[in-house]
């Protein structure tokens, strides 16, 4: 396990040429990559969130290794799901929403399924976002369906065929 995703190469390099001057938070953060590819689009603040403190202290040696430290750059051991709620309006300009198709970890208020939970999950991150911002979805559940007609006054565009990399083509 290398804690890299390579079918996400094409989306953290969008997220490094948009962070400049921009406040991130990277939710379902696994080891940071997003994190890291934010701090290096000079970003001004980057806020790193997972229920997993073994996945944090993997982000946090991952940023270091690639010399970002100090007080720009936080970690947050908490249950998304639950966490969005106490985040205030308009606080963050880019947002990465990565979350598992599925969990049910004893630390979780209730358990996560990606397929009902999404609207909520984009409408807490659609609340948190400035105007003008950019949310970044994605997950992997192989048959999930988007309930867009449930996220009014967003503006979705689909860019999975954009950001899938030659060598992952035809696994959508």
Known sequence: DTGLFLDHRTTRQRVRSESSGKRVLNLFAYTGSFSVYAAAGEATE????DLSNTYLDWSR??????????????FVQADVKS??????NARYDLIVLDPPTFSNSKRMEEELDIQRDHVYLIKECLRILTPGGLLYFSNNY?????????IPNAE???IT???????FEGRL
């Not at 040696?61 to 936080?74: K, W």
């Not at 192989?142 to 449930?150: M, Q």
């Open 83 to 88: 966490y969005l709620s106490e985040i205030p």
């Open 161 to 167: 065929r954009a950001t899938t990399p030659f060598d």
């Open 46 to 49: 980057v806020c790193t969130i």
């Open 142 to 150: 192989t048959r999930f369906e988007l309930d867009a007609s449930a």
């Open 61 to 74: 040696r991952n940023m270091i290794l690639n010399g970002f430290e100090g007080d720009s750059y936080s």
């Open 156 to 158: 979705i565009k689909d």
